[in-house]
């Protein structure tokens, strides 16, 4: 038992991975006295919460106890490790007497994801180990998402930053003709809010992703701000022959930062209108649901496909590209609600069909007493 305890004892001092530079400078004197401390009910107590996957096992391989999270995740099965390549590696460990270590893709299973783990053996004396497994999963995914970020910023800005270096080669070439110059700078300022738009929606993804709204929240009144959203909307709604409404119910009032709640909202009501033909009907409203407030933008519009609906919260994402890029869309509006409404505790949801329309709700949780005003 001294093996297992003297394992044990550097995970809970060293508190999960970063324990076993403690575990592994531990005195045989303090050892000793864990070994009379610890016994394997307390060892499976110990391990369990733990949000590492980790695994004491035998000199016979047999899993002596585990955390909850190494058997979601498939790294324990039973009373034995899981994958063959952890047993490949824990024979490793033992026949080179140090720490093996490899990167280990796992399928999801019945109730869990796939994950990526950073799997560490460390053999102990008479055969024993101790198994630890870091899931990678959301440092990988934030990996790829920031590349793909980079990815479409670099793309969609080539776009429009393209578009105006031939304009203005155009509007040179042609000044001896003013109308042409004229109709070269018309699109040659569309290029450029357009641009514009674009890098202020990016810096704003951006600053919502580095700033937590709550730290310093207020009450916001949800009908003076959908108020503010659906005015930011009216003369493009006007412009496009389409009908908005609004209907909120007073008293309503969240917690968060104002501005951010009228941007996502605003963005929501400008999609509605730029995915609506004339002769539409965009509705904005709220309402109590229980400790929530719930507001609505629903439309008559073209509709979302299912397919489109699963992804219309991704960076850049369009359902119809070339709509977007007439109506002025950077592809940005729905990724920054997300990310608003998450970052203030709340969820977005999204019903649509082809050809009857769409609708958008925002849940938020209602003010409570003792949030400042």
């Not at 305890?5 to 508190?15: K, R, T, Y």
């Not at 608003?340 to 009857?356: D, Y």
Request: proline share 4%.
């Amino acid at each position: 038992m001294t093996p297992l305890a003297s394992a044990i004892l550097g995970l809970v001092v060293g508190a999960g991975l970063g324990a076993l530079a403690v575990w592994l400078g531990v005195r045989r004197s303090t050892v000793r006295v864990a070994s009379q401390l610890i016994g394997r009910q307390q060892l499976i107590e110990i391990l369990a919460p733990l949000r590492a996957a980790v695994a004491v096992v035998t000199d016979a391989d047999v899993v002596l106890a585990a955390s909850t999270f190494a058997k979601a995740c498939g790294l324990v099965r039973g009373s034995t490790l899981g994958p063959s390549e952890v047993l490949d590696l824990l024979a490793r460990a033992r026949r080179e007497g140090g720490i093996a270590e490899r990167e280990l893709h796992l399928p999801a299973g019945p109730a869990s994801p796939a994950v990526v783990l950073a799997v560490k053996v460390v053999p102990v004396s008479n055969g024993a180990a101790v198994v630890i497994g870091e899931d990678r999963s959301a440092d990988l995914r934030f990996s790829e998402t920031r590349r793909d970020f980079v990815a479409n910023v670099t793309h969609e800005l080539k776009t429009p930053i393209g578009a105006i270096s031939l304009l203005s080669e155009a509007a040179d070439a042609a000044a001896d003709d003013p109308d042409a110059v004229h109709a070269f700078l018309a699109k040659l300022s569309r290029e450029t809010a357009r641009l514009n738009e674009l890098v202020s929606q990016i810096i704003a993804l951006s600053r919502l992703q580095a700033e937590d709204p709550l730290l310093a929240a207020r009450t916001v009144d949800v009908a003076a701000l959908l108020e503010a959203s659906v005015g930011h909307c009216r003369q493009l709604a006007e412009a496009g022959g389409i009908s908005l409404s609004l209907a909120a119910q007073p008293g309503l009032a969240v917690i968060g930062d104002a501005d951010e709640l009228e941007t996502a909202v605003t963005n929501l009501v400008q999609n509605a209108v730029a995915y609506s033909e004339p002769g539409a009907r965009v509705a904005v409203s709220s309402r109590a649901d229980g400790d929530r407030v719930d507001i609505r933008v629903s439309d008559n519009g073209i509709g979302i496909s299912e397919a489109d609906q699963a992804r219309i919260f991704e960076r850049f994402y369009r359902v119809d590209a070339d709509r977007s890029r007439a109506s002025g869309g950077t592809g940005l509006g729905l990724s920054i609600v997300k990310h608003v409404v998450q970052a203030h505790g709340g969820e977005v949801a999204v019903w649509s069909r082809l050809g009857q329309g769409s609708t958008f709700t925002l849940s938020l949780p209602a003010r409570t007493e003792g949030v400042p005003q």
